[in-house]
């Protein structure tokens, strides 16, 4: 099932869960127990199978063994392909004479919706709160409750703000979307593992039980499943009005999206960015996030990142629909109203928030403290190369080319010096006006400064290096929303998906070589392979050597070669030097482009008969 095929069945099944939730429940839960079924006969079969040649030992002795191994492998590996295990939620524990307003908080909103208890509240570093319930007795249930809830989320909301997110979580519980999104969860899982065990080459054997039927019942059954865990947030988001009121809940959700851009895309990096100046890290950070700080942003950055969480569309990249679906759904605007100071979590934890705010910290520091450390390595080694090429200079010598780039690149990230950066990329631009490197480079930085001489450069940039046009494609859909051109802004977003999509195929595409595939001949001057051939020979244990160029669908300007080996010696070591081989060729030939190397021996025996057979592909 191809991406559009997908988002056009989940499309129209979104219809039929909205229109007929629980006949549309009741379809699913169904196609669940069919594949099931499907797989418990294939099991049965296998099983079945295996007890025959346990039994048939007595008759076949030597021969029953060799059946009886393969067998009990490929059983064991589709048994333990089917086993998806929860894992537990980590997080810092917290009883009720920890925080007694948070449990009766919690208490309140869990009768409310008629919930079940929770076993464990687990407080963590997300912005983010959430319900994992685990299975201790597997397939059986007797469901563990934990309860997991982001510190960020209860500094930065109000308190009747989080309670409208924890009542949405309750939502899911009420309902029972928990166990049955659990359950469902598992079963795709399943159907992942099992399709990744049979793309295992040892395992291909025994696919033609599973492949056929996992190719079409995968897909079918994750698009049907998709539509009901949407629903289930739609159900959740009308628990929390419930339980709170449709302003609460439209302000909780805005202030998620708010705060959310503020700590990504300000407080973090603000933070990190005196990794260039301090050789280990010396921040409270979880200490120094108040519930004030976003009244630090200005109203004009809020306001724009409001406006583009409202221009986001529900994709199919997550079940949770887009925020302008959600306020929708609950008759609402968004609305972003910031806590009082000592109004949010200094109520709900009381004497616990000095605790685990410093555990937090603590934690931070121990994690960040190697990245930290190389950050600043690399800021000290990068600003002694920019103080060299800047002696250069004043000894009156000439840059090179790549020399005057990194200078920029230096001046810019680690003596923070835009404009002087800038006017060195301009200077280079003038210097070499056809490198698409420094194109991008100039135009990326000109649209940064909604300059739109930046346009033509980077559009020049794209179409003159294919690395540069999914960047260059970001750039433009960002410059044309801040400029509030928002036609051209989603022109280029939909340009940027299909050309991500596109190259996702590409890269699959590229990554495995099939007997099937359709192969040419290389097609590449005979000076480049008598270099090639010269270095093959160096190359100890390799035999022959057959390039061939397969044939590709995606970018077929770019070719795709393939080169197949044979080693020299009998069967003892073979395996062993195949790999040495395949490693000293990847390391020392230089080929004209893009090369898959393999034997084709073995169990690629096959790959070596095709390729004999094709004139002129033999090499050594």
């Known amino acids: 099932m191809t991406n559009e095929e997908f988002a056009n069945l989940v499309k129209q099944l979104e219809?039929?869960?909205?229109?007929?939730?629980?006949?549309?429940?009741?379809?699913?839960?169904?196609?669940?127990?069919?594949?099931?079924?499907?797989?418990?006969?294939?099991?049965?079969?296998?099983?079945?199978?295996?007890a025959v040649s346990l039994a048939s030992v007595v008759f076949l002795k030597v021969l029953a063994i060799k059946i009886i191994l393969p067998l009990g492998?490929?059983?064991?590996?589709?048994?333990?392909?089917?086993?998806?295990?929860?894992?537990?939620?980590?997080?810092?524990?917290?009883?009720?004479?920890?925080?007694?307003?948070?449990?009766?908080?919690?208490?309140?909103?869990?009768?409310?919706?008629?919930?079940?208890?929770?076993h464990q509240v687990l407080i963590t570093q997300e912005l983010n709160a959430g319900v994992v319930q685990r299975p201790r007795l597997g397939i059986f249930g007797w469901y563990h409750n934990h309860l997991l809830?982001?510190?960020?989320?209860?500094?930065?909301?109000?308190?009747?703000?989080?309670?409208?997110?924890?009542?949405?979580?309750?939502?899911?519980?009420?309902?029972?979307h928990g166990r049955l999104s659990n359950w469902i969860y598992r079963q795709r899982r399943r159907w992942i593992q099992l399709m990744g065990l049979f793309g295992d080459s040892r395992m291909k054997r025994g696919?033609?039980?599973?492949?056929?039927?996992?190719?079409?019942?995968?897909?079918?059954?994750?698009?049907?499943?998709?539509?009901?865990?949407r629903a289930h947030e739609y159900e959740a988001d009308a628990a929390s009005v419930r339980a709170t009121s449709s302003a609460i809940a439209a302000e909780a959700l805005t202030a998620v999206h708010v705060v959310g851009s503020y700590l990504s895309q300000q407080y973090w990096p603000q933070i990190y960015r005196h990794a260039d100046e301090t050789p280990q890290p010396a921040f409270a950070p979880y200490h120094e996030m108040r519930a004030d700080l976003p009244r630090a942003v200005p109203p004009d950055t809020i306001s724009q990142w409001i406006e583009q969480a409202m221009q986001e569309q529900t994709g199919l990249g997550d079940t949770h629909p887009c925020l302008k679906d959600r306020l929708s759904a609950l008759g609402e605007t968004p609305r972003y109203a910031p806590p009082e100071a000592g109004q949010s979590a200094e109520k709900l934890l009381g004497a616990s928030l000095a605790h685990l705010t410093a555990q937090f910290d603590e934690s931070w520091i121990a994690s960040t403290m190697e990245s930290w450390r190389q950050r600043y390595e690399q800021v000290r080694k990068g600003r002694d190369q920019l103080a060299k090429l800047e002696q250069k200079i004043a000894n009156g010598e000439e840059l090179t080319l790549r020399e005057a780039y990194d200078r920029a690149q230096y001046t810019e990230e680690f003596r923070a010096d835009g404009d002087a950066a800038l006017a060195q990329f301009e200077a280079l631009q003038q210097k070499a006006p056809q490198d698409p490197i420094l194109c991008y480079a100039l135009g990326v930085r000109w649209l940064k400064r909604n300059d739109e001489h930046g346009i033509a450069l980077v559009q020049y940039a794209m179409e003159n290096d294919a690395n540069a046009y999914l960047p260059g494609a970001e750039t433009l859909r960002d410059y044309y929303w801040r400029t509030g051109n928002r036609d051209e802004a989603h022109r280029w977003h939909a340009q940027m998906l299909e050309r991500a999509e596109t190259d996702r195929l590409a890269k699959e595409e590229r990554a495995n070589i099939q007997l099937q595939s359709k192969y040419a001949r290389h097609g590449l001057d005979e000076p480049t392979i008598a270099a090639m051939r010269a270095k093959l020979k160096t190359i100890r244990n390799l035999r022959k050597a057959y390039l061939v160029r397969k044939q590709v669908r995606f970018y077929p300007e770019r070719p795709l070669y393939v080169l197949g080996f044979t080693v020299r010696g009998v069967w003892l070591g073979a395996k062993r030097r195949r790999a040495e081989v395949q490693k000293q060729v990847l390391n020392e030939v230089n080929f004209p482009g893009q090369t898959l190397v393999f034997s084709v021996e073995g169990s690629n025996y096959r790959f070596g008969r095709k390729f004999r057979w094709m004139r002129g592909s033999r090499i050594l």
């Open 149 to 176: 809830i982001g510190l960020p989320l209860t500094k930065m909301l109000t308190v009747d703000q989080f309670a409208a997110v924890l009542a949405h979580e309750f939502g899911h519980l009420a309902k029972g």
């Open 207 to 229: 696919g033609f039980l599973f492949k056929p039927f996992l190719n079409r019942f995968a897909p079918y059954f994750n698009a049907y499943s998709f539509p009901l865990a």
């Open 73 to 118: 492998v490929f059983l064991w590996a589709v048994l333990k392909s089917l086993w998806v295990k929860v894992p537990t939620p980590q997080g810092k524990h917290l009883e009720h004479k920890d925080a007694p307003a948070l449990f009766d908080l919690i208490e309140s909103l869990r009768l409310r919706a008629r919930a079940p208890r929770f």
């Open 15 to 50: 219809g039929q869960a909205r229109n007929q939730p629980k006949s549309y429940r009741r379809k699913v839960l169904l196609l669940a127990v069919l594949g099931n079924i499907y797989l418990s006969l294939a099991l049965v079969l296998i099983g079945g199978l295996f």
